[in-house]
């Protein structure tokens, strides 16, 4: 068939001509810019841990001195499980499990000091590791190494990592339940809210005054506001911890007079309290001010590091503080210890908050005020270490007591418990007699033994040519009638030979008086 004519003037269309694309070409998409990446978790934790084992580990001994708080958690370790258990029915039944606790550390490791301060530092280097994370979960990586180097430093907490005495390892079941608060407020569990029960408990079982951070967490669920599901769980908690710990708390109520030695609290008191909560306070509101730029911690939530650290610090000494004011001296610095968690968690936050505005890398501003702050502490960091720092030396009196064990076959110790000295170093007084103990602090399940009565004391020391006296270095007015007779016997029928004061310790050697025998006047005769 032929083709198709076309007519005359018919315009065609024109040909299609087609262009070739540039070929498209995939450039790497260019990430926003995002603040400097910090420390791995890991690094966050240990490099603290370190650093409180360091410390902790270098003068350990404190020139081979104990003090009298020390010397009781000694000679009752060495007592038997049950003789432990019959010791907690008259005193010390709010150390009872800490006791136990050094008890088979000393079975295990033998009697050292080193043994009985270990734990104290493993215990401390815990709680650093756990703020130090708390710090980065709530605020960064960076806040979280500044908080965990801010709480080795600190000297409060750098003296009770070297005392064989409950209270560094109350910190840190304090430094665990908290994390495990903001642990169980961002992914609510079951498991994370009974292991919060558990420690809570565990704490008060040391020391129940570790159940004012109770307080402070229900200040922080206040400021947080999360849902009420999450508030009803932790009150559940907070309630099973309470109830397990009762029976400790109204026991050791049976027991209130071993904290009547607790002096009123003083305006420096106050002072030191106040400077602590505003040091705090300040710490927060300049973080406030510089926050720096890009995302909040995806693991903290909408819970802010102030709502954990402020009520940590300020609560619980607070509260203390008023029972003290108003009911009974019970303020002691060590009964909260755990205030400078949130102390650290606020100083390492603001350190970081500056760090990080700096051009250079965050690590380094943060390692020079580390060492920086440990230059500046460092006589203070030495005087922790000395046997000066507490209150006396229970073992500085052996050496003394050893070399004058010739001149005097009887001892008396005033106040009965300086009875102390005795029991921790045994070897010194042998030969020695306790002529004023009646029943053995073994055998009386008490702490120092139980004395005879005033008369039957009196009675033995005047039977005696020389007497050691073991006191205070500064002498202290008599509390107790039978103390009172030692002190009346002393002064009417003996003489002072020598004194030798050692590191809070008094030493003195007493001498019977001779007194002349004057002849009866004869009869009158009729």
């Not at 301060?117 to 590791?129: D, K």
């Not at 840190?172 to 420690?199: D, E």
Request: aromatic share 6%.
């Amino acid at each position: 068939m032929p083709p198709p004519t076309v007519p005359p003037g018919t315009l065609l269309d024109p040909p299609t001509v087609t262009t070739p694309r540039p070929p498209v070409v995939l450039r790497p998409r260019v990430p926003p810019a995002t603040p400097r990446p910090g420390p791995s978790r890991a690094l966050t934790a240990a490099v603290p841990a370190g650093l409180v084992i360091a410390l902790g580990l270098w003068g350990i001994t404190r020139q081979d001195s104990m003090w009298r708080d020390e010397a009781a958690t000694w000679q009752v370790a060495h007592r038997s499980l049950p003789e432990i258990w019959q010791l907690l029915g008259h005193a010390d039944v709010v150390h009872g499990l800490y006791y136990a606790l050094v008890h088979v550390m000393f079975e295990v490791f033998g009697d050292s000091l080193l043994t009985l301060r270990l734990p104290s530092v493993l215990a401390m280097a815990v709680a650093a590791s756990l703020t130090a994370d708390l710090g980065a979960r709530l605020a960064g990586r960076w806040s979280g190494l500044g908080a965990g180097l801010a709480f080795a430093l600190l000297p409060t907490l750098q003296t009770y990592a070297q005392e064989g005495r409950p209270y560094a390892m109350v910190t840190a079941t304090v430094a665990l339940a908290t994390w495990l608060l903001v642990a169980a407020m961002h992914r609510p569990r079951t498991r994370t809210w009974s292991a919060y029960a558990v420690v809570v408990l565990l704490g008060a079982l040391l020391n129940w005054f570790s159940l004012l951070a109770l307080l402070a967490h229900a200040a922080t669920l206040a400021l947080a506001r999360p849902h009420r599901t999450i508030r009803v769980r932790w009150l559940l908690a907070a309630s099973t911890a309470v109830l397990g710990a009762l029976p400790l708390v109204l026991a050791s109520r049976g027991q209130s007079r071993q904290v009547s030695w607790i002096q009123p609290t003083t305006p420096g008191t106050m002072y030191t309290v106040a400077a602590t909560i505003l040091a705090a306070g300040g710490c927060a509101l300049l973080r406030r001010a510089h926050r720096p730029a890009g995302p909040a911690p995806a693991a903290a939530g909408k819970l802010s590091l102030a709502a954990v650290a402020v009520p940590l610090c300020a609560v619980p000494q607070l509260m203390l503080l008023a029972v003290s004011l108003t009911w009974q001296p019970l303020y002691v610095g060590r009964y909260v210890l755990v205030a400078h968690i949130g102390l650290a968690l606020l100083l390492g936050a603001a350190i970081a908050t500056l760090a990080t505005r700096l051009p250079t890398h965050p690590g380094v501003p943060l390692a020079a005020v580390t060492a920086l702050a440990f230059l500046a502490l460092l006589p203070v960091e030495q005087h922790v270490r000395s046997p000066h720092s507490r209150v006396d030396d229970v073992l500085a009196a052996a050496p003394v007591v050893d070399a004058a064990r010739g001149q005097g076959a009887a001892v008396v110790f005033l106040p009965s418990a300086r009875r102390d000295t005795a029991l921790v170093t045994p070897g010194a007084f042998h030969g020695l007699r306790d002529i004023a103990l009646a029943r053995s602090p073994v055998e009386s399940a008490t702490l120092h033994g139980i004395e005879t009565d005033p008369d039957t004391t009196a009675r033995a020391m005047l039977r005696e040519r020389h007497i050691i006296l073991i006191s205070d270095a500064e002498p202290r007015p008599a509390r107790n009638a039978r103390d009172r007779a030692k002190q009346r016997i002393l002064h009417d029928h003996f003489t002072k030979r020598s004194t030798t004061i050692r590191r809070g310790r008094s030493i003195t050697l007493y001498e019977r008086i001779d007194r002349p025998h004057h002849n009866r006047p004869a009869a009158n005769r009729p």
